[in-house]
């Protein structure tokens, strides 16, 4: 079985926080026989830097080929201006639509040594676990026509167009249901029925794929607005979410600031199975962006960039109890009062990125 | 001048909550002559059950021919198999189309009395005073294609169409930067241009339209879903927030239970000012919904139902002091502890939905 990972840093925070992650890979092939080979290329601003576009036809033959892709983040002020079709967004989404990645997996738990970081009170955030598991390759991202016409007079027309297909909405909730299977095993789903045409078929889809195979795992169906609500309100209500692309951007990022971990938070990008191997293309990438501002210093939180890898782990390598140490090593940690700048509390030792890194390997080792 | 009132109760607790804003027109029009007229009429799943559609086409001409409409709450567990074409949101959204109300205003502030009720920590939220205008009549809500189709083979594909004319984005960030000129002068605009076609031509007619006439007002620009963050983070950063229809569902929800005050939050939809009269038609309702599961036993907030009665008198009849009034009684009141049930806070007075209309009204003819 091979093990080749392929590493898009990308722009920002990206390029040190896969610096973290290639220590851990290098010591897993040292020290555990993992045999991972790794190659990088570029996405983002800086592919666009280097060939004008966000990423090349040979880093995409690479990120086809790998059994990982590991991603950092992408975009900054520096490109806001260049064409649409070339903008640094444009990479990741073609990676997500060519290698057919439609379940985003997005944990949004909160660590314990974290709680009082959140906006909310620490006793509705203390504790939580909820998995996010958003359409990723579908809706409105990706539905034609998707066009902006001048229509004379000063007056220009923008057209974007939310689609979606049974099977689309079928293969999703699948993935939704079975990981309820191994977490609480409820599975919340959320659209706009009472709006949106797409709403009226994800719900009847969702809830004939429960009734024909998931009857055991408990569903409930709330409006993608309520369920923002329901977020902010009483976050612990809930075990899997399922929705579509748009609102899974716009729920797991409110669902990520709850936690007050947003620094930390992984995410995972899968295929489908395949049909031979069993194998699914994937990647992982932290849930916060490329954080311009603070870039090039030295002080972002490679946290996520980490627990992005222990995802990769678990869902690319099956390795399991590798992935559980890596967690147990992150929250240990943590727990120890160790801290960048963006978690910093009273009393914790203030680190920089490689620091992070560093003492989580350690931690990694020892356990 | 006139001025015609017309009643749209609706569902659930809308009745019970109209009920107590009639009080406060008997009383108005008795001890300080306004002569408000009003009529009533039915709306979503009531006018359903009695005439087979979500509002008929006689009450929409009292809609159109009104200086203002009072609108309840729409729907219940009652009517979720009935027709799309004809299910209880129907019955706002024509009203909405029909009337033409393009700005949604939805004020999101914080009741000192209710800082504790929020799930976020008192200090972020005391004293929150942000104004979404929220895009009404345009987007995803109404563009066509609006279908869904049998493709055979089991499979059906839902489209939903997100349009936007330039005329549109100008006219409601013009509406933003004219409210933020008697606030804080704030104007953050929310789009995702970085996957959205409309997000594109979004935030380019709000740049030029901010350039050319309200250059003497702020304005940022922030993806939709960083918004989100951004609200729950430090919802004190904003000011006016101005958004399409989608994302202004989405983001308004989560604004509203930021404050705790979700019983509480009133909403003006307004429409252009007539050329010759400058009038404009308006709409006014509460956030909340209809909660089914409290209707009809007089324990429902009929604040938010007063609250929009005092954006009516604002906006509609430019009766300012009488606006500032009832706004000032219900923090009174509140001020008291006097409270309903979804409010509720230790050392407080519980009462029912007339007796808090009671309160208010007493305090409202005492100042
Ligand atoms: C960068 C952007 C295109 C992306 C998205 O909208 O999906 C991001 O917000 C995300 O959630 O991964
Ligand atoms: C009832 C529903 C159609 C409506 C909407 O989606 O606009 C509601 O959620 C609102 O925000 O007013």
């Known amino acids: 079985m091979s093990h080749k990972l392929f590493l898009l840093p990308g722009d920002g925070i990206g390029p040190e926080a896969m610096a973290e992650v290639r220590k851990i890979i290098a010591y897993m092939n040292e020290a555990m026989n993992t045999g991972f080979e790794t190659e990088e290329g570029l996405v983002g601003g800086c592919a666009y830097d280097a060939h004008g576009s966000a990423i090349s036809e040979d880093d995409m033959a690479k990120a086809m080929a ?12 520096k490109w ?5 079709e070339v903008r640094p967004e444009a990479g990741l989404l073609r990676l997500r639509k060519d290698l057919e990645l439609f379940a985003n997996l997005r944990p949004a738990i909160c660590y314990p040594a974290l709680a009082n970081a959140s906006s909310l009170k620490p006793e509705l955030v203390e504790g939580l676990d909820i998995l996010i598991v958003r359409e990723l390759t579908g809706g ?24 979606y297909d049974t099977y689309e909405i079928e293969r999703i909730s699948s993935v939704a249901f079975e990981l309820a299977r191994t977490r609480k095993n409820a599975v919340c789903s959320m659209e706009k029925r009472n709006v949106m045409k797409s709403g009226v078929l994800w719900n009847q889809v969702v809830t004939e794929t429960h009734k024909a195979k998931f009857s055991d795992v408990k569903l409930d169906h709330m409006l993608a607005d309520a369920g923002g609500m329901q977020l902010v309100r009483a976050p612990k209500q809930f075990d899997v979410i399922v929705t579509d692309n748009l609102f899974g951007d716009m729920l797991s990022d409110v669902a990520a600031m709850l936690t007050g971990s947003l620094g930390m938070l992984p995410s ?3 295929g489908a199975p395949d049909p031979k191997t069993g194998k699914r293309k994937a990647l992982y990438e932290p849930v916060h962006g490329s954080a311009p501002d603070i870039a090039g210093q030295g002080i972002a939180n490679p946290i996520a960039m980490i627990a ?4 990769c782990l678990r869902y690319s390598f099956n390795m399991v109890a590798e992935a559980d140490r890596l967690e147990k090593a992150i929250a240990n940690v943590l727990d120890k009062g160790i801290r ?12 920089g990125t490689a620091e992070m890194g560093d003492a989580i390997l350690a931690e990694f080792k020892s356990l």
Chains 1, 2 share one sequence.
Do not use: C, W
């Open 340 to 351: 960048t700048g963006d978690i910093m509390a009273e009393g914790a030792t203030r680190v």
């Open 268 to 270: 995972a990008s899968l």
């Open 80 to 84: 806001d201006a260049v064409p649409y």
């Open 140 to 163: 409105v991202y990706f539905g034609e026509p998707k066009t902006i016409t001048d229509l004379g007079n000063g007056q220009k027309r923008a057209i974007d167009t939310q689609v």
């Open 66 to 77: 790998a059994d990982a892709v590991l991603f950092g983040a992408v975009g900054g002020p």
């Open 308 to 311: 992005s890898f222990a995802m």
